[in-house]
């Protein structure tokens, strides 16, 4: 993709926090590239403390990084700052509604703090609160909402100026899983109604997986591998083998399975040793056998297609629990 | 690359910074009315502080050497505690910043078009307002306690002067804080130990003619000392200009310095995150 066919692009971002003195500098971004076609969601997966939500306030403006570029809708963000600001919209992490305004004040003056006039503005904020179902709580004060409805008015915020690019700060922590699904839900028909390119972080695979149209995986300041979540997961061949065994077996475990022909990539964590068996179910009858020849019983041995978290296990080298 | 290119995008400008700075007061004293006790608060204050330093030290003007031309010693603290209540009211500004940083107003205004300028101007216009009612309240009740002011309603438009710009200096002053720290605990107790000191070393309760010569040497460079002695000058019958423009015009410098250089804060506040 050439510059103008990106709706973002991050080249090479580093950025180094200081900690206090004698500590050294945390490096939160080392060198992530990352770009982002117009239109589509993108998300980028990693556990808390990778460079997520350093990467969105570079792309936001809030935050300068120590080294790289980065263009925001065509438009350079060290550059032309406030071109990119009218350009965008941000939900970060925290909710960022006014509590002692009501949900439609909120939107209202988001609106015409981007220049729109008084009846555009309440007229948009009229179709946003109708959109998110907000309207019947539209005009009680936001410190009365629950927390979904709170972070329905955070995506409202963000959009309310139709933005090109939505940064979409872990949209869902924090929300239960009913609250969840209806967010997701939104933030997919968002991509599509408003014609807006969507730039999401997150923690949770299944979120990464459900909603981007690419994702990339972030872990210490870099994307370790990018790619459609179906071609992730198909570059994996074979299935994924996941064998419990008593605590004290693990070692000699994964030295066993090791050498067992058509396993690869063997992790072991806690009580279990997984691995790549290209074979699929065929390996089963062949881990069981190597186990019992080295006298070691198998408590479970599970099959599955590969997920996201073997993406990640994959190319992090370490299971998505243990890193988040 | 179409969806990008083809989109509409808003005016360069998306709104001047008066219109942005009057949504964001408007903000804040929409934010007031909905809190009646503390707006309750903020008016009643300055009554308790009016009437009960008036009750109790009422005797210094007997003291020999206090300045017996003012009349009543509530006429005397009426400008003095004028002062103090925009010093106080204003020295709490900043915890609004820290409000919006807690949740994510504060970023997304910051990503948003809306200039620094215009959420510093936007704070302080809200304490300017808010400074104005309280001092026209304090005069009311003097004026209710008995106490007449010769300098008449052009003595209380100064006074209103001085106290706006006091609010503006320590407002300003208060918001830079919340923008380094970024702490509640800590603007509140910075703030504490910078006002009760400006009040103490000032003439808005005793006349420093009193005083040792240090604390007079010290007020002569305190902008709560310029506020009281311009209003209370003003407030005179025979008001001696020269002693009022001077003080006014200092305090007016050192309000947009202090403002300019509290806009600059929200530099510190971002390079912290």
């Known amino acids: 993709m050439s510059a103008s066919e990106t709706a973002l692009s991050a080249v090479d971002l580093v950025k180094t926090y200081r900690t206090g003195r004698g500590t050294p500098p945390v490096r939160a971004l080392d060198g992530l590239s990352v770009e982002v076609a117009p239109g589509t969601v993108f998300a980028l997966l990693g556990p808390n403390g990778a460079g997520k939500s350093t990467t969105v306030k570079i792309l936001t403006t809030l935050s300068r990084p120590d080294a790289g570029s980065a263009t925001v809708a065509g438009i350079d963000v060290l550059a032309e700052p406030d071109a990119v600001r009218r350009s965008i919209g941000l939900v970060g992490q925290k909710s960022s509604g006014d509590p002692m305004a009501t949900g439609r004040e909120n939107l209202v003056l988001a609106a015409r703090i981007q220049g729109m006039s008084r009846v555009v503005a309440e007229r948009r904020a009229g179709e946003l609160l109708a959109r998110f179902r907000l309207g019947d709580a539209a005009d009680r004060l936001v410190k009365t909402w629950s927390g979904g409805m709170a972070r329905k008015l955070d995506v409202a915020l963000g959009i309310v100026h139709r933005p090109a690019v939505l940064f979409l700060d872990e949209p869902t922590t924090g929300l239960d899983p009913e609250a969840r699904a209806e967010m997701w839900q939104e933030i997919s028909s968002l991509a599509a109604d408003e014609r807006v390119t969507v730039l999401l972080t997150t923690h949770y695979l299944d979120e990464a997986d459900r909603m981007a149209d690419r994702l990339a995986i972030v872990d210490a300041g870099r994307v370790v591998v990018e790619g459609t979540p179906d071609h992730l997961k198909r570059q994996l061949r074979g299935d994924t083998v996941a064998v419990q065994l008593d605590l004290d077996a693990v070692g000699a475990g994964h030295a066993i399975l090791s050498r067992v022909r058509g396993l690869s990539d063997l992790v072991a964590e806690g009580g279990t040793v997984r691995a790549r068996a290209e074979a699929g179910g065929g390996a089963v009858p062949a881990v069981l056998a190597a186990l019992e020849d080295g006298g070691i019983t198998a408590l479970a041995v599970t099959l599955a297609r590969p997920s996201l978290d073997d993406v990640y296990l994959r190319h992090v080298g370490r299971s998505f629990e243990v890193a988040a | ?273």
């Open chain 2, 1 to 273: 690359m179409t969806a990008v290119a083809t989109r509409e995008r808003p005016g360069p400008a998306g709104g001047s910074l008066v219109r942005h700075s009057g949504f964001l007061t408007a903000r804040a004293t929409r934010a007031l009315l909905r809190q009646p006790a503390f707006a309750a608060i903020t008016l009643v204050q300055p009554v308790i502080w009016l009437l009960l330093f008036g009750e109790l030290f009422a005797p210094v003007v007997e003291i020999p050497g206090f300045s017996a031309e003012h009349g009543s010693y509530l006429e005397f603290i009426t400008p003095g505690v004028a002062v103090m209540t925009a010093l106080f009211s204003s020295g709490w500004a900043g915890t609004g910043y820290i409000e919006d940083m807690e949740r994510g107003v504060m970023d997304r205004l910051l990503a948003s078009p809306v200039r620094r300028g215009a959420m510093m101007i936007g704070t302080l216009a809200y304490q300017g307002l808010t400074t104005v009612i309280q001092t026209l309240v304090v005069f009311g009740i003097a004026l209710l306690a008995g106490a007449r002011f010769p300098g008449g309603p052009t003595g209380v438009a100064v006074t209103v002067l001085a106290t706006i710009l006091i609010s503006v200096i320590v407002a300003s002053l208060s918001n830079a804080l919340a923008l380094v720290l970024r702490q509640q605990e800590a603007l509140i107790g910075i703030s504490q130990f910078i006002i009760l000191p400006l009040q103490f070393l000032s003439s808005a309760i005793m006349d420093t003619e009193l005083s040792p010569q240090w604390v007079q040497d010290v007020a002569r460079y305190n902008p709560v000392d310029w506020a009281v002695v311009a209003s209370r000058e003003a407030l005179e019958a025979a008001t001696d200009w020269g002693a009022v423009w001077p003080r006014l015009g200092m305090l007016a410098v050192l309000a947009t310095v202090m403002a300019a250089l509290a806009t600059r804060a929200f530099g510190s506040y971002q390079r912290s995150m």
